[in-house]
Structure formats: structure tokens, C-alpha cells
């Protein structure tokens, strides 16, 4: 007997992945429901080989189903996700609404999968910021090899983190600048995005970071280990798909840099391409549509007694996504459910 599973924001860009996903990992389901607003009602969106039309999320009875994966947004998500886990569907939310209540589990399942025990807390398990996620996934068995102390990071966000508006403008602005007349003035982005980069993702907060740095802080911390001291930069550049990140780390001891790309090697979730020649590295366009946290150009640096730099690139739509609420879908139901 497999799960029944419904998807929530099943017709944007990562509840599409979502249902893609679920197909491709055979998760098992037994009943798959993709729900959208009723602006959106009985559109008709891919699972696998089959095709679902939408429901409406207002007034869905969750009762009997296992697992909802909500890509909603967080007002939307503040609405519905008491009622599903209140009929006793345990909610994984791509928002930002509940990553930092602590009663509530923020998982990236190959760095704290223990933690998915405590979804009893309220039903709810957070999915992290796409940015944060695969960061993690590279810091973690660097951590527990030589403990890290502090990391600067600097990322190069790619517009589908900003939904397909963001998508649809990068699209339109590079057309417009080579046609006449159909020039595009920046909406979604603060600037003009294409042939740019925007250093603002998010709103400013009053100490001068962006609420998209601050989330990285915060959720590394909570992920990974609350001791790291973590400063983020985050860019948005003229990208689809993929987001980058230069990563400058400190350790508490000594790591070498042959013995961290070994470790990266038979990390899960990682795949190290890093060749010191021109072209060895991986770039956003090669991890569009990939599983794996890619990481390239390990380094030692120069400058500190015990630091590393490192370039980390991930589908964001997929790891910093549907790719992680699937996985933390499986680790829930191995785990816990037990269904299937």
C-alpha cells in the first residue's frame, strides 16, 4: 500500500518540478492531487507518463492523504498547511514561513536526517532556501572531518529563483534590447537584470544585509551547527537556471585540500568536477536539470592558517527545491511512515 500524496501550487515552476520528480524517483504513490488557487482550477499539469487536472486548494479535505508538498508561498501556506496537518497530512512547505520556528524541522536530508523525527512536533517539515541547501550539502562532511568556523559566501542566484515572472523578464529585457521598441523596464527586479547582476535578493533588513544573507545565516545554523559563523553576499544574475556560490571556508584543523576533494568525492549528494585546466569546472548550465550539488575549483587559501575556497553550483528548481522536499518526502516515509 503506497502513499496519497498531494501537491500544492502544482501549475508554478516548482510544484511542476515537484510532480516531475515524484514520477522519476517512482516515489510510491498510490494517488498523486495537484491542487492550485481557483484562478488555476482544472489546469492540466504532467506526473510521469499521466496527466492531472488541477483542484481547487480552497475547502480540499486533506483527510486520509499522507504527504502534502506545498509550493504556495507563505501566505498562502499560513492558510492551508494547519488545516492539512490538522486532518492529519504532514506538510512539507517550500516557503520560508516555518523554517525558523524551532519546534518545526528544517531538513536537508543528507546533512540532518535525524532531524525529520520531530515533524510530530506540529505535522510540518520546513524545506530550506535553495541557496542555503546546496551549501550545505558541500559543508557538511568537510565539517565533520576538520569542523568549520566560518564561512564567507558569495552567491550568483540565478532568476528562476524569483518564479517565472523573474524568468519571463530576463526573457523579455534581452529581447528588448535588440529590438526596437520593446524595451522592458524592470518590474520583478529592482534593476535591469539582463546583462547585469543586482546585488539585492530579497528586502534590506536595518543592519544592512538582505533578508536572503540573513536566511542563509540563519538556516546554515540550524541545519548544519549553530557554533558556525556565516557572512553571505547574494547577487542575482542574468541566469535561467542554477545557482552559484564561491565559498571561502575556515576550519578549526587543518584540511588539505586533496584530502577535502576525496572526501567531496564519496559525499552524498556531491559530485566533484575539478580539473585544473580551462573549462574544468562545472557552470550553471551543466547542473540545469541535475540531482547533484556540483563542486569545483577546491583550493587551499593562501591567507588563512586553516581555510579552503571552493565553488559550489546546484539546479536550484531541483536540489534547492522539489528535488529536497521529495527527498525529505522518502526520508519521512523510510523513516517514520513506513508505507509503501
Known amino acids: ?46 506526473y510521469g507518463d499521466k496527466t492531472l487536472k488541477t483542484r481547487d486548494i480552497e475547502g480540499f479535505d486533506f483527510t486520509g492523504y499522507d504527504i502534502a508538498l506545498f509550493a504556495i508561498g507563505s501566505d498562502a501556506t499560513k492558510k492551508y ?18 523554517r525558523y520556528d524551532p519546534a518545526i524541522p528544517l531538513i536537508v536530508p543528507e546533512v540532518n536526517p535525524d ?48 518564479g517565472k ?38 528586502v534590506f533588513m536595518e543592519d544592512g544585509q538582505t533578508k536572503e544573507e540573513w536566511k542563509m545565516v540563519a538556516e546554515t545554523k540550524k541545519i548544519l551547527d549553530p557554533s558556525i559563523k556565516v557572512t553571505a553576499t547574494c547577487v542575482r544574475v542574468p541566469v535561467f537556471v542554477g545557482h552559484s556560490e564561491s565559498i571561502n571556508i575556515e576550519f578549526e584543523d587543518f584540511l588539505d585540500e586533496d584530502e577535502a576533494r576525496d572526501i567531496l568525492r564519496e559525499a552524498p549528494g556531491v559530485l566533484v568536477i575539478d580539473k585544473r585546466e580551462p573549462g574544468g569546472y562545472v557552470t550553471p548550465i551543466e547542473s540545469a536539470g541535475e540531482d547533484a550539488t556540483y563542486v569545483s575549483r577546491i583550493r587551499q587559501d593562501q591567507t588563512l592558517e586553516n581555510g579552503l575556497n571552493l565553488w559550489c553550483v546546484s539546479d536550484n528548481l531541483r536540489k534547492g527545491a522539489a528535488l529536497n522536499a521529495v527527498q525529505i518526502a522518502e526520508l519521512l516515509g523510510n523513516r517514520c511512515l513506513k508505507k509503501g
Not at 490538522?86 to 512547505?93: E, L
Not at 576538520?146 to 559566501?153: D, E, G, K, L, Y
Not at 529585457?173 to 522592458?184: A, F, L, N, S, W
Open 1 to 46: 500500500m503506497g502513499y496519497k500524496v498531494v501537491v500544492a501550487g502544482a501549475t508554478g515552476n516548482v510544484g511542476r518540478e515537484m510532480l516531475s520528480i515524484l514520477a522519476e524517483r517512482q516515489f510510491p504513490a498510490d494517488e498523486v492531487v495537484a491542487l492550485a488557487s481557483r484562478r488555476s482550477l482544472g489546469t492540466e499539469v504532467s
Open 165 to 202: 515572472e523573474g524568468m519571463d523578464e530576463l526573457w523579455s529585457q534581452t529581447k528588448g534590447m535588440y529590438v526596437p521598441g520593446q524595451e522592458v523596464e524592470p518590474k520583478k527586479f529592482q534593476r535591469q537584470i539582463a546583462f547585469n547582476v543586482i546585488p539585492q535578493i530579497d
Open 81 to 98: 498547511a494547519p488545516i492539512a496537518a490538522s486532518q492529519g497530512c504532514v506538510v512539507i512547505d517550500n516557503s520560508s514561513l516555518y
Open 115 to 162: 532531524a525529520v523525527e520531530d515533524y510530530r512536533n506540529k505535522m510540518i517539515i520546513a524545506n530550506p532556501n535553495c541557496s542555503t541547501a546546496q551549501m550545505v550539502v558541500a559543508l557538511k562532511p568537510l565539517h565533520d572531518r576538520a569542523r568549520i568556523r566560518r564561512v564567507v559566501v558569495s552567491t550568483y542566484q540565478s532568476v528562476s529563483g524569483a
